[in-house]
């Protein structure tokens, strides 16, 4: 059996989507902006398919949903604009980001302090959440932009977007959520949470990779990254990758129909692994249920390193995740972990297990037996974890 638990990181593309995509390779390939047959074949498709997005985020027909490659280019984007548009040109000099943002944001933040611009990185409580007073706390007159996540890729957190939305509003500070990991996972609704800018990204909700999607609330328009055409109404220059627009269009939709699912029968399956999980003493789970996305485990085994349990996963043919994969080559402690503050020994150990509709219960039981055994296995070669019998404390 082969197990994928690592959908945070990417997703299995939808067949619906991939039959949806399919037709644009290799019979309707023409550039949209030309004028000839080829090009209107792509047309209603298009425009469709950008129906089908608007809808799914519930943005205004006058707002703008620019297509991008990725979330990096629309994280990069939003803070570079910003940047541009009020940093450069004085009139703000402040933004805030959480501490646990991607790297992309993170990256690109840090980039903007070597220009000058003054970063608030905010903290997460002991649960791994951004708490909306903080960012209250941190709001200057000179915050040009407020970028916090929707939901953390490594544990499942939800951050209290709709209040942080609503305190942006009432001190007429711009707010940008990275809502990556949120589409799909539960309801996303830009018009109730009072948000300005919104990035997601198709391969994470069962669409193709390299494609991905800026919302901009009409009024509120960056300055392009791309300069050089017409397309995406000039916000973003470059042919249109007419396969991927239809393709996040359609996982948009399939995402939509499948949330109830999502919330329920992934959660189940999700609840069952942890429940498993967490029988294993010494095991720790960061945030409480109730306030992660139905899909997402992040679980730490005292005694053993992360690289270590996924080697053992990974040779039984389960794939998980010690961090983001962006960072899995490194040897480094998870972020999030070390912004909660965890112990050293404790940070190292953390392993995502990241479901999704396509997981079954039958994975789920076959990925329980193989952590039980590989806990076993490690703990008894483990430097520092004193193996415990039953009824004796462990060393650490
Ligand atoms: N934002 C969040 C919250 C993410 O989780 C990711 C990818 C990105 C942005 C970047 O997305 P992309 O479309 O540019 O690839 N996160 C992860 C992860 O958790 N493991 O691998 C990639």
Known sequence: MRVYLDNNATSIVDPHVFEAMEPFFVKKYGNPSSLHQFASDTHKPLKEAMQKIYAGINAKSEDSVVITSCAT???????????FEYILTGRKNHIIVSEVEHPSIIATAKFLESKGCKVTYLPINSEGIVEAHTVRDFITDKTALVSIMWVNNETGAIFPIEEIGEICAAKGVLFHTDAVQAIGKLPVNVQKANIDYLTMSAHKFHGPKGVGALYMKKGKELTPLLHGGSQMNGF??????????????????????????EMSEVKELRDRLEDALLEIPDTFVVTPRAKRAANTILISFRGIEGEAMLWDLNRANIAASTGSACASEDLESNPVMEAIGAEADLAHTAIRFSLSRYTTGEEIDYTIEVVKNAVDRLRAISSSYAYAPEGHESKL
């Not at 280019?73 to 940047?83: A, D, F, Q, T």
């Not at 396969?243 to 948009?252: F, N, S």
């Open 73 to 83: 280019e629309s994280n990069n984007w939003v803070l570079k604009s910003i940047y």
């Open 236 to 261: 973003r220059s470059g042919t249109l990758n007419v396969a991927g627009i239809v393709g996040m269009g359609k996982a948009m939709e399939q995402a939509i129909d499948a949330l109830d699912f």
